[in-house]
């Protein structure tokens, strides 16, 4: 593949915000939280370059787990939140690829991983609950630890479903609170300050967040102790 695109060739969807839909329906005990978008992509403004410098332990920790999940998607991918560019290396070549994430400092570093992996792509500046793409124009679309950070992650998971083919796939990896006691303590022990460090959830519910969505579960399957859950979701429409 060769380079078409560029981050300065990025932009930020005009859309307006989604309506938060998180909070109001009550299952998730971290939806409460609220950052606006632009103070998340703030607070990784200032964590961009360490992210991408600390690759090398998401290779050793999730390295698998993306492979498993992503591993085997083709046509036209979207990754949504794609932060510095970790899901990248994990795609088929092939794939014809689409990046969007709040943050432009991420993106900037999302942009020297395509160059070095020789892979073509497009970067947008965009906002996840207000995608700027027409209904059912990718055949996949796959986010890896991003509904943690969503201000609103409902409408996220709403616009994921828009975008994808309605026989396409949606594939999400996702940390959320363990099953195993202690684990659980930790997080909850460490939730509220950080969220207030970096707009993350510890404690979300991942699959209680498809669900809310009206995303039915395909296939959900837990590692790590129960803290990385994966998911493939139907993007059959959503009620509501
Ligand atoms: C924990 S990082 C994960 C990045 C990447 N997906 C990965 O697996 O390494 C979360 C990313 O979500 C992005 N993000 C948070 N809220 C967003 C939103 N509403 N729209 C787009 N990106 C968002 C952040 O800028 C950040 O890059």
Redesign the pocket.
Same mark, same amino acid.
């Given at each position: 593949m060769s380079a078409s695109d560029s981050t300065d060739r990025t932009h930020r969807t005009a859309h307006p915000p989604a309506a938060s839909t998180a909070a109001s329906t009550g299952a998730d005990p971290a939806a409460d939280r609220h950052m606006s978008?632009e103070e =998340? !992509?703030e607070s990784?403004a200032g964590v961009a370059d360490d992210?991408a410098a600390r690759d090398w332990v998401?290779r050793l920790f999730a390295g698998r787990l993306r492979r498993r999940q992503f591993g085997d998607v083709d046509g036209r991918v979207l990754? =949504? !939140?794609?932060?510095?560019g970790?899901?990248f290396r994990y795609l088929p070549p092939t794939v014809d690829l689409v990046g969007?994430?709040?943050?432009p400092d991420?993106l900037a570093h999302a942009r020297e991983t395509l160059d070095g992996l020789g892979l073509d792509g497009e970067l947008h500046e965009?906002?996840?609950?207000s995608l700027a793409f027409p209904d059912d124009g990718f055949d996949a679309v796959v986010?890896?630890?991003?509904t943690?950070?969503?201000?609103?992650p409902i409408a996220?998971l709403r616009e994921m479903a828009r975008v994808c083919r309605p026989d396409g796939r949606i594939l999400l990896l996702e940390h959320g609170l363990s099953d195993v006691g202690p684990v659980a303590w930790l997080q909850e022990w460490r939730a509220e300050a950080h969220y207030e460090s970096l707009?993350?959830r510890l404690d979300q519910e991942p699959l209680e967040l498809v669900r809310e969505a009206g995303l039915s579960v395909v296939d959900a399957d837990e590692a790590l102790l129960g803290v990385v859950t994966s998911i493939e979701a139907d993007p059959a429409r959503p009620s509501g």
């Open positions: 978008v =998340v !992509a990784y992210v998401d990754d =949504v !939140a794609c932060g510095t970790t899901n969007i994430d709040a943050s991420m965009m906002d996840a609950a986010s890896a630890f991003s943690c950070t969503f201000p609103d996220a707009g993350c």
